[in-house]
């Protein structure tokens, strides 16, 4: 809603909008300064290039996935980002990887463990429940996991007091 109203204050015609994306109806040249200045002004930021706007979906769709949605994938990770991206796994995995510096199974785990942390806090469901709900095999594969990520088991992070989350775009 925030986007809508500076893109209207501009006189932009926006013509589909989604979670971070815009499409517009008419070129932007004269505007683009300007719109820059107010999104960031915002705390959003103006991502115009191909390379970066193929990563921004691949973050929000895994963060949309594992924090949103709960439910499990009925396919594997890469065949979702393919047919969500209409492109070839191997060439967004390389991309993601050579901009991020990671891959983008490290950037999954990074979300999911930010998700147990989240559940741990809230203190509603079991360890056990937590793997279940995550896709997990077993709890001792989640809490492997969560120790090598953090370098704390998921009772020690329990038992700690204080914020321990990190916010989701700083994930990774």
């Not at 986007?3 to 683009?32: C, F, H, R, Y």
């Not at 973050?59 to 070839?88: F, M, P, R």
């Not at 463990?113 to 709890?139: F, H, P, T």
Request: proline fraction near 2%; glycine fraction near 6%.
């Amino acid at each position: 809603m925030v986007v809508g109203n500076v893109m209207a204050s501009l006189g932009l015609s926006v013509s589909q909008m989604e979670l971070g994306e815009v499409t517009i109806e008419e070129p932007l040249e004269d505007k683009k300064d300007k719109l820059k200045e107010e999104l960031e002004q915002l705390g959003f930021e103006l991502i115009d290039d191909k390379k970066s706007r193929v990563i921004e979906k691949v973050k929000n769709l895994i963060i949309d996935l594992v924090h949103h949605n709960g439910a499990a994938l009925q396919t594997n990770l890469s065949d979702y980002l393919s047919a969500e991206l209409h492109q070839d796994y191997a060439g967004i995995s390389n991309l993601f990887s050579e901009v991020e510096g990671i891959t983008i199974e490290k950037y999954l785990i990074a979300q999911k463990i930010e998700k147990v942390k989240e559940l741990l806090i809230y203190d509603e469901l079991s360890l056990s429940e937590i793997a279940w709900q995550l896709n997990y095999s077993s709890v001792a594969h989640l809490s492997s996991q969560f120790k090598k990520v953090t370098g704390m088991t998921p009772s020690h992070f329990k038992s700690l007091q204080g914020n321990r989350r990190k916010p989701l775009d700083k994930v990774g």
